[in-house]
């Protein structure tokens, strides 16, 4: 049947074709696509959308293998809901059910167990979703590390937006929800490997309240959204460039990193933009929306550190530029390697 | 929030919670339902039903750990789209879109990966369905066994049936769509464990095409459908014994089992009835619409071995028990234990 020959070069799996960069863009697309490639898998964003009697769903689904298994602020079992929520909310559509798996290993203690599935019943609960089914397996001890869940969400989408990288205009505005990079720095200081503490939680929540304020006060004028998991926000704004063959402009000093984040990324020589949110949002919104959405995040409980970040332009088409505090501007690329495996 | 005690006293997680047996029902009903009870997942079936604008959904998931990857007859890619394909299935729901999450192993050769996709894809080309999206997760050298999969299913109930165990009445006829026991026994004889051959290959397969024919000649005279994997249809029948408050009689010489599986439950100390099927389904017809069911499945390719195995009886209710050839009954109780770990 297959004839396409497949693209994927690299003879084995690395920790950085799971890290949402550049490795795993190349995975997905050298070597899943071509043999999965078919009309609701083609746009490759968060969710796919998928039209059943009329009804159009957004489907998600996303595993989690995050190290340790809970960690300050969160834990796996409220990433696996709030992750796969915010996959739906970044697509418009209002989550509705999840399907959870677990695969365990065996000698796990029972009440690591629990203390994972009461986190994600609380999780689900203050998501406003039902858990409508899953699976559990159980391998051997040493083939796994605990546990690892999968959850696949079902979302209805919401008329008012119809989001698309294809929406995007020059001029239209940036925003960005709170700051960024608290999650996988909170996860990388629970590992311990490095001599330095803070008071740092993981952001992990639902970010649907703050969409379905965001498409109250702006409708169709909201026109692209995403979480910045794995890749961090330079990772996300390098795909809309490329997808929506614009270039994004951001002001360095506007983009919100909380102290400890930003102290960590210049200890260990990271960009906070690389860095992973678990509670964070992206949104492109028509200029002249923008003070109205930004005022509907404020709004929210929890959105107080909302910002515009910057702004699409014309030109250099498929870039991602950020001005620094001393006028110059610097390209922003998006995540190569895997500087913190296991995050999510 | 929660005020209920968990009722799950396993210290720890053993291989049999993952079996599909007594030990997988008190993890399941003791540890997860007390958290996560809600009223898509109270009926704990194979696929649960949703209502979204009028249009009734049926959602499903499972995990996918099989050892060795590959096998005679499958490989866990097709196992990831057969095994939810057919949950949906059974639950009278035609498979429309499937998510599939991998964890990887670091180290996992590329071509490895490769060839599952290729299956996983070829498998839902075969089904009829579509993958709509998925994720990758990559953990360390040893983490992981080579791979695992979850795959989570979306399915349109077909309307011209309402299943449920609350449906079987007593007189009712037992049908099973072919062999028992392939699956489970070609794993085993994959490993290499037994000094044993046998020409045996999984039954992997989509069981739509027999449940659409089906439900196309006995309409709401189908009541029930399950498809024994785990546990087999020994544990797939008890659940609906205890669900239906009915007896279920069999008539051993009635249940199509291989010479091979047979030769080889033989030598193991093992029950067929006990032993995972991938392509086959129970289903529960009125007996007056029995024959006519029985010619459905004759006339769809691959069915030419179904066989009506035993019917509904009132009384002793919630029990399984088989006639045997020499006249006596003996009782078929669930799965205890897990003989066959990480068969799917």
Known sequence: MMTRTVGFRDTQIELAHGAGGKASRRLIEGLFMPYLQNELLAPLADAAYCDVNGTRLALTADSFVVKPLSFPGGSI???????????????????????????LEAGLPSSVLEVQVAALAAAARDAGVLVAGGDTKVVEHGKCDGMYISSAGIGLVDG?????????RPGDKILLSGPIGDHGITILLARGDL?????????????????????????????????????????????LAR?????????????????????????LGLDPLH??????????????????????????????????????????????????????????????????????
């Open 160 to 168: 008012r937006s119809r989001l698309s990288p294809g929406a995007v």
């Open 243 to 267: 997808d929506a063959k614009l270039a994004v402009m951001l002001v360095d000093e506007a983009v919100p990193v909380s102290d400890p984040v930003r102290g960590a990324c210049e200890l």
């Open 275 to 344: 860095i992973a949110c678990e509670g964070q949002f992206l949104a492109v919104v028509a200029a002249d929306a923008a003070d109205g959405a930004l005022a509907a995040l404020h709004a929210v409980p929890g959105g107080g550190e909302a910002a515009c970040i910057g702004e699409i332009r014309a030109e250099p088409a498929r870039t991602v530029l950020a001005r620094t505090r001393y006028g110059s501007s610097r390209v922003i690329d998006v995540l190569v390697g895997d500087p913190l495996p296991r995050i999510c």
């Open 77 to 103: 079992g409220e990433l696996a809901v709030n992750g796969t929520v915010n996959d739906l909310a970044v697509s418009g559509a209002k989550p509705l059910a999840l399907l959870t798996t677990f695969v």
């Open 195 to 239: 001599d330095f503490e803070a008071d740092l939680r993981s952001d992990t929540r639902s970010v649907w309240p703050f969409v379905n304020a965001m498409l109250a006060a702006c409708g169709p004028d909201l026109r692209w959204m995403r979480d910045p998991t794995r890749g961090g926000v330079a990772t996300a704004l390098n795909e």
